[in-house]
């Protein structure tokens, strides 16, 4: 049961880095498409901002019906209901640090190329500052998860 236990855990996270690689690579396609029409007239920081922004609303949008159809699974596949549920909790809690790392550090490197911001400070100031208010987003994807997770056992029997 410990390598299936680990190895759904180890697929969730993946899954969570799958999702944020490709919300990265979506929003990186969205910035060129805002370059290429010409339309970038605010200054470099308020743009920056509205972009980091929309890739966090678009993680909580993303994050709870991911943590909830991985939480689903999890639940219905691992007998024990606590087990399940605190797996559940973690993976998703952790996959969705996991997943906004990765696409703001994608979007990030793009940014910097694209808006001549040369000072790494400024670029992880914004980072680290909208991570922190991310933390608080990660609250619905948490609770659903662990109530998909109690329901996928409940599924079971």
Do not use: C, H, K
């Not at 991985?70 to 605190?86: C, N, P, T």
């Not at 793009?110 to 608080?136: C, D, H, K, T, W």
């Not at 619905?140 to 998909?148: D, E, G, K, Q, R």
């Amino acid at each position: 049961m410990e390598n299936r236990f680990y190895g759904l855990m180890t697929a969730g996270s993946g899954l969570f880095l799958l999702t944020g690689i490709l919300l990265g690579l979506s929003s990186t396609i969205g910035l060129w498409y805002v370059e290429a029409l010409g339309i970038w007239q605010v200054e470099v920081a308020r743009s920056i901002s509205a972009i980091l922004m929309m890739v966090a609303i678009s993680s909580f949008m993303i994050g709870p019906t991911l943590g909830a159809a991985f939480s689903l699974y999890l639940g219905y596949d691992i007998e024990d209901r606590a087990i399940s549920v605190i797996s559940a909790s973690f993976t998703t809690f952790t996959g969705y640090f996991i997943m906004n790392l990765t696409a703001i550090t994608i979007l990030l490197n793009q940014v910097e190329a694209s808006s001549g911001m040369n000072s790494p400070y400024r670029i992880l100031n914004a980072f680290i500052g909208l991570e922190n208010s991310v933390a608080l987003f990660s609250f619905p994807t948490l609770l659903v998860s662990m109530f998909a997770a109690y329901l996928g056992s409940q599924l079971r029997e």
